[in-house]
């Protein structure tokens, strides 16, 4: 729900909206050297995350893992008796559940399942976001604006976008409901979380998301510990970083358990003039009501104030690298059209960055109830809601006239914007804009586990959510003195027409009824096999309106001849759609012994079209006196094959994979309207291989490789409705490296340990028509800490962390933020937009003391 680079609303001004908004096939030798490059490099480098070799688990303590309260690897929580007998066998010769210093863990579903473990987490950068751990993961491509954690992030997953990946917290959805966008600052401290589980294919048939074309993700906060104290720690680090985190655990209070932790993290930005703030509360009690049933309740609630990067294109990136927002404010320059220095001056203050901040309220609260009806039946009611208040600030493109004349006429104010005492016609006056978005959002997920025998189970149950969103664009004076507008949170001082009501460019309201049905039999005939066959109906509706200028009268903009050059009359729209469909997914596994596994996975998957689809497109069609174009919904068929082994030293997973994409939505700027509208990429298809690799190499050191090869080409052309056709066929999918690697090593002995984690991504496509292209990168991060010694009273395990990212201070490109369908204007007349990427940020250094109290 965050505002960045792009923010929630979906219809902005003109000038913003660009911004904000078959068979498996590889050759032979590709094939051979990719899987040579997955297995074959046992050299002594493994992710930084990783941890000492540790005892055998219980498999009582693998059980407790397996509560939905405690895992957010769900892929298990429907196996069948039979299944359970043989992950216990396979446990042991892994030596733990969890492998790879808890970069990888057992699975047992017939599709692909990575998970990253509370091990590897409790040793990354504090404050890192769900988005910057998964980037070990293979198929994942992750990137974020800096390493604190506090400015959201992006990733692809086998080619897909985050916005077309399912994620869930604590088995709530967080994908935005209009848009499908997720905000992972907004969600948790890297202290609470438990383990972060990623289905890089199709999610399960019950996980509660609408917008999962891709993939899905879903990580938990950690259940509270039996026994009470605090835990803090302290980091500072580059660039003016600084972070507290306290937890308090009650431990036992009769049969309830809690904890309640606070955290305050603060930074400047790297590159340009601003910082980030943000404010985060997490909580979460267990309530054990026997050993048949228990509810747990979690809080998760942040306030965020923060600027944005900038987005560079690659000529603004060579010129200099380390550009943002500026901290010079001309004060009482705010006719940006005046001649002279004047206007040279206002243009600056545009750059401002106190005109550029992203303020933001988030909650998600919910319980999940876990009970035991009978032998053979279990319950699990996981009722939630959440709330998302804020916006983006920005100053361009909003400029205001002085006027004397008391009307509705957009933008004729009749206030003193420039604070010059006088209200006159003295040309457009620079005014603060904020892009809010308000959301409520209940819902509710009903799920029954049933044994219909030692080898056969029933998952079924029913997903509902009504979210309520309000979106529009409002503005504030500024004042001339010092660049700070009314109220940086657009609550205050917005300018008004005569009869009171805000002057806007647009009110946007959505309801989206969402309603899901599913049910998933797992079958387990003999030691060795495992079938799977799911189905799951889903529909959604959204409807409601959406205003251009509401409350405008009247054009404004004339041409030297008299003529009407651009009209600012209301109008309004109101629309219903609903979309929905059936998705069957099947697995086998065969279980060869108690180390080889192989698996065949096949499923569907179907995403509704994002909310300013239904109302923009209707908007492009009602000016330009067409039939409006109906949005269709995104569907994938992906096809998974393949091979687990785990053994007492070495464990390796090895997954070839197909995947059919079909109208993949993509959003453009349209000349004609001045609206972000959107279109489709009729079909592409993903080919690739996903490997990863654990080595124990002694007591004390381990290696981590995962390897991903991606081949994501688009099979059509995409249909630019007014603007032409674009010709994508052939061309290969934005933001996706053809190859990713990640190579590690680890290092545990006594109070010491170490990592060094490389990870190398080949070259991707800036935009759609793959006419520029941004370069290969690798970085290097270091992590290293010591446990000190105890015996201080009351003081338990006091540590010391240091975390280095980029320590080699590379430069690259890592990602494009705006997605352009061409960087070139000889493609056709609209959609353009000149590719702006998030780059790599130079070297970071952070260091953390923590330690328990009582």
């Not at 008796?81 to 970069?103: F, H, M, N, T, Y």
């Not at 509270?224 to 507290?244: A, E, L």
């Not at 933001?360 to 009611?381: P, Q, R």
């Not at 529009?472 to 027409?497: E, H, S």
Request: net charge neutral; hydrophobic share 35%; proline share 4%.
């Amino acid at each position: 729900m965050m505002f960045a680079a792009a923010t929630h609303a979906t219809a902005v001004l003109p000038s913003l909206r660009p911004l904000i908004r078959g068979r498996f096939f590889m050759k032979t030798n590709t094939l051979a050297i990719a899987v040579a490059m997955a297995l074959g490099f046992a050299t002594p480098l493994v992710s930084a995350q990783t941890q000492p070799v540790k005892p055998a688990k219980t498999v009582s303590d693998a059980d407790k893992r397996e509560s939905v309260s405690s895992t957010s690897n769900t892929t298990r929580s429907n196996d069948t008796r039979r299944a359970s007998a043989q992950l216990e066998r396979v446990e042991v010769k892994a030596d733990a559940l969890s492998i790879g210093g808890g970069l990888m863990e057992i699975q047992t579903a017939p599709k692909a399942v990575s998970t990253i473990s509370r091990e590897a987490i409790q040793e990354a950068a504090p404050g890192a976001t769900f988005v910057q751990l998964l980037d070990t993961i293979p198929g994942v491509n992750a990137s974020t604006d800096d390493v604190t954690g506090l400015n959201d992030g992006e990733f692809t997953l086998r080619g897909y976008t985050s916005d077309e990946v399912g994620i869930t917290v604590n088995g709530a959805p967080i994908n935005d409901s209009g848009n499908y966008r997720a905000y992972s600052t907004e969600y948790g401290d890297a202290e609470n979380m438990g383990d972060i589980t990623v289905q890089q294919g199709y999610p399960d048939q019950g996980a509660p998301v609408a917008g999962a074309a891709g993939g899905s993700v879903a990580w938990v906060t950690m259940d509270p510990r039996h026994k009470g104290g605090v835990d803090i720690s302290q980091s500072f680090g580059s660039n003016g970083y600084r972070r507290t985190f306290v937890r308090l655990n009650t431990g036992d209070t009769g049969p309830v358990r809690s904890w309640v932790s606070y955290s305050d993290n603060q930074v400047d930005l790297w590159r340009g003039a601003g910082g980030s703030k943000v404010t985060k509360i997490d909580a979460k009690s267990v309530w054990t009501i026997n050993d048949r049933n228990s509810i747990s309740a979690s809080v998760q609630y942040s306030r965020q104030m923060k600027t944005p990067y900038v987005g560079l294109t690659k000529r603004q990136a060579h010129e200099n690298y380390d550009q943002g927002y500026t901290d010079i404010w001309y004060p009482g320059r705010l006719n940006p059209k005046a001649s002279g220095v004047a206007g040279t001056e206002a243009n600056a203050n545009y750059n401002y960055y106190g005109l550029h901040n992203n303020p933001f309220h988030a909650l998600l609260a919910s319980l999940d109830g876990e009970f035991t009806l009978s032998d053979n039946l279990h319950l699990s009611v996981v009722p939630y809601f959440q709330y998302g208040q804020g916006g983006v600030d920005s100053a361009n493109s909003s400029a205001f006239t002085e006027s004397t004349v008391n009307d509705s006429r957009y933008p004729l104010v009749n206030q003193d914007l420039n604070g010059d005492g006088v209200v006159k016609g003295n040309g457009a006056v620079l005014v603060g804009s904020y892009n809010y978005s308000n959301t409520y959002r209940p819902g509710i997920v009903i799920k029954f586990n049933q044994d219909l025998g030692e080898n056969d189970n029933l998952e079924y149950g029913v997903w509902y959510e009504r979210p309520r969103q309000q979106q529009g664009m409002v503005f504030m004076p500024i004042d001339p003195a010092n660049g700070v507008p009314t109220d940086r949170w657009g609550d205050k001082g917005q300018l008004t027409y005569p009869d009171g009501s805000t002057r806007s460019t647009f009110d946007q309201y959505t309801t989206t009824d969402t309603r899901k049905a599913f049910i998933t039999n797992t079958w387990t005939p003999d030691e060795h096999w495992t079938l799977s066959t799911g189905l799951s109906y889903l529909w959604v509706e959204r409807s409601g309106y959406m205003w251009e200028y509401p409350g405008s009268t009247g054009p404004i903009y004339y041409n030297k001849d008299g003529s009407v050059s651009k009209s600012y009359e209301a109008a309004v729209t109101r629309q219903k759609r609903s979309w929905h469909k059936v998705t069957p997914s099947l697995g086998l596994k065969y279980q060869l012994d108690e180390r080889n596994q192989f698996y065949l996975g096949v499923g569907q998957t179907f995403r509704a079209p994002v909310n300013g689809s239904v109302f923009n497109n209707a908007f492009v069609s009602q000016a330009n006196g067409e039939e409006a174009v109906n949005q269709k919904p995104e569907t994938a068929w992906t096809y998974d094959l393949g091979w687990r082994f785990y053994g007492q030293r070495v464990s390796a997973v090895v997954d070839a994979y197909a995947s059919n994409f079909n109208n993949k939505q993509v959003n453009g700027y349209d000349d004609l309207t001045g609206l972000t509208v959107y279109t489709s990429l009729p079909k592409v298809h993903m080919r690739g291989l996903d490997a990863e690799m654990n080595i124990r190499l002694d007591r004390h050191w381990s290696t981590y490789v995962s390897y991903a090869y991606t081949q994501a080409l688009m099979q059509g052309n995409m249909n630019g409705l007014d603007n032409g056709i674009y010709y994508t066929r052939g061309k290969t999918m934005v933001n996706t490296p053809r190859n990713m690697l990640v190579v590690g090593l680890h290092y545990s002995q006594g109070p010491f340990w170490g990592g060094l984690n490389v990870k190398a991504r080949s070259a991707f496509w800036g935009d759609y028509s793959n006419s520029e292209k941004a370069g290969g990168y690798t970085t290097v991060n270091l992590n290293a800490g010591v446990r000190l010694r105890q015996g201080w009273g009351w003081l338990h395990h006091p540590y010391l962390k240091i975390n280095v990212a980029n320590l080699l201070n590379r430069h690259a490109f890592a990602y494009n933020k705006n997605l352009s369908l061409s960087a070139s204007r000889a493609a056709g007349p609209g959609y353009y937009s000149t590719p702006t990427y998030t780059v790599l940020q130079e070297r970071a250094v952070m260091a953390t003391f923590g330690a328990s109290f009582f």
